[in-house]
């Protein structure tokens, strides 16, 4: 584990208030998320599940015919449609068409793939304006911060933070109430969506027999940013599409449910190319981005290429035992939870935060509440496997190796296990019968595992001992 | 620029060549359940109501201009070009602006009216949600900028839920180039989970069934 990871996670756990933010936050998204899969609200629930894992599987497995498939439509319908390598590609395309069509303001609804190539950021260092509108995005863009949660970006801030940043960004009077804050917040948007010469988007569902995307949202943002500006722009990975428009009613089912607990988000847009020559309103120019950055790499490996189901809901973040603890932030990429464990480690390489794939109990709640069936915890599994073969090409793993052989020695003798068993109990400091919280150990190279566990107290009398008197 | 080689990338990871054919995929899972006019349209405003929004079960074409009338209340509205607006008499209500074709000045109209009103091209019972296409008739603008939202639904086009959309519309790209589901009022809990109506879209919304 990095020196990094181990900080933010105990800057996390010393943090009272935001201990009890994220509990609660994660709580009421696991209850609404109940709620709404009850089976006389949601009967056939499993069934969604195991469809929307058969179509996203046949999908992944033949990406090549779908995105083929997908780009010709987007082109039958006036789009056009760019494929990208890297962040790099992306924000150069960007860049050049802001250029040509002389644009100074972008709007931007909610994108965790613009997230992850930072994009804002790239096109802000070459002085284009670019807004986050999605209330949470735009509270932790004016921090300068990272989403805290997959669909609850800002789920760490409180209404106090909240009103120090508008105060400190916008110059308006402090204000604590969550709805005027809201208000304030829709009126200076509400100007920048008027005003703005591109929009983007990311997308949640790319559907090859149509050539459209499909956004899900609540606010009326993402309508907006791709519907007020003259020029349209989607940005997703390759991974997001799906075969038929007619697999929606499958894939839609799901996401609300799992995200939030919605039967359906407020809204849901299909959206397919620029407007067409008889429709009022609607986009000039419409773009198709369509991202790599990694995902072939994920692709290549059979048994881990499930990780590209993901359809972002964020569920297996709210039922995280890890997650609820130490937050979103402590992750080191954009994708926390178990969903980013098993995707920065693909994405960025075992080597990024090799702690990274062990902080998980594997207590398979994430796979348990996956609508797409990811299997997480065995993800996690081989990525362990990965970072331990790693470790022993580099041989970083010397002192790790050398206990391990002690240990197997010490197994392997009975009596010297029974010693070294009596020499422990006997170093182990008293807890009173209860939990061991301070280990005299705490330094050295067991210091990291030990300061985040609880010991059990040590019992009176061995096993063994008890085996012998019985 | 990289389509070749992102695509074959991802061949190479598939292990598959250019052009080579797909298995068949899973069969598509459509589940349209056998409910009658009546129980959708209970089911329908009863959705809506839970989710904080306003119905109205109109008895003639005039009831639903005179309810509207009555929560336009004096106030600008915009509304669209469906035919069922000038049957119901709304778009000759005072204070109501229709027959905008013009992009730029539709976009103006919509950010400053008090209400927008359109009709519905379907309604989904089951879930209480709005099913708009883009067209001559129906602009985006109207359901979105204005802070209160109506919307005119004939009974017969309430279905009983998506799936029995997407069997009557397989491939709504070939109408449009936006289909929207709205679902209740534009809604947001981003801050401490408290829930806010109207952040961008529409906070108050009002669906009279004729």
Redesign the interface.
Known sequence: MSTLFDEKIHDTLADPKLQL?IY??TG?LIEERRKAIEPDICP?YQ??RT?AN??KR??I?????Y??EF?R?IEA?GGK?????DAE?VSD?VLSLAKERRAELIVKSKSMTTEEIDLNERLEHRHLESVE????EY?IQLAHERPYHIV????H???EQ?ADLLTDKLGVPRETV??K??MI??AV??EK??AADIGISGANFL?A????VVLVE????A??TT??PKIHIAVAG?EKLI????????F??LLGRSATG???????????????K?????PEEFYMV?L?NGR??V??DREK?QSLYCIRCGACLNHCPVYRKIGGHSFPWVYSGPIGAILTPQFLGVRHEPGLPFASSLCGACAEVCPVKINIPQILLDLRSEVKKAEAREGTNRLERFAFRVWAWVMRHPRIYEIAGMAAASLAPSGDGGWVRSVPLSAGPLRAWLSQRDLPPVAPKSFRQMWRER | ???E???H??????G?N?G?P??E??P????IPEIDTEARIASFRT?IEA?AGKTYAARSAHDARDYAEGIIAGRTAVASNAPILRECGITALPGVQTG????EE??ALC?TAGVGITGADYALA??G?LVLL???QE???IS?LPPVYIAIVERKRLLTG??EL??L??????Q???????????????????L?R?????GEIHVVVV
């Open positions: 933010a609660k936050a009421r056939d069934e969604l469809q058969a179509v046949h999908t497995e033949h990406l090549d015919y995105l083929e780009a439509n319908h449609v760019i494929f990208c390598r590609e395309f509108t999605d209330l949470g509270i609850a970006p800002a789920l801030k409180t209404r909240v969550i709805e804050q809201t917040a829709r948007l509400r969506f008027l559907v027999d149509s050539g459209a609540n606010e009326g943002n309508r907006l519907s007020a390759i075969p038929r428009a007619q697999d929606l009613a499958v839609l089912k919605q039967w359906l988000t407020v809204y849901t847009s299909f959206l397919s190319g620029p407007r067409r008889d429709e009022i309103d609607g369509l790599d072939t790499k692709l290549a290429r | 620029m990289s389509r080689t992102v695509l990338k991802v061949r190479t990871a598939l598959r250019a080579q797909i298995e995929p899973p598509v899972r459509l589940r959705r989710l905008v074709t013009d992009r539709l976009r950010a089951d879930t949600t883009s067209s001559r602009a985006r603008m979105l998506l799936d997407l069997t519309l397989p491939s709504p790209a070939e449009t180039s936006s289909m929207v589901l709205i679902t209740g009022p534009s809604r947001t809990a981003d801050i401490e989970q408290i806010v109207g952040v961008h879209g529409p």
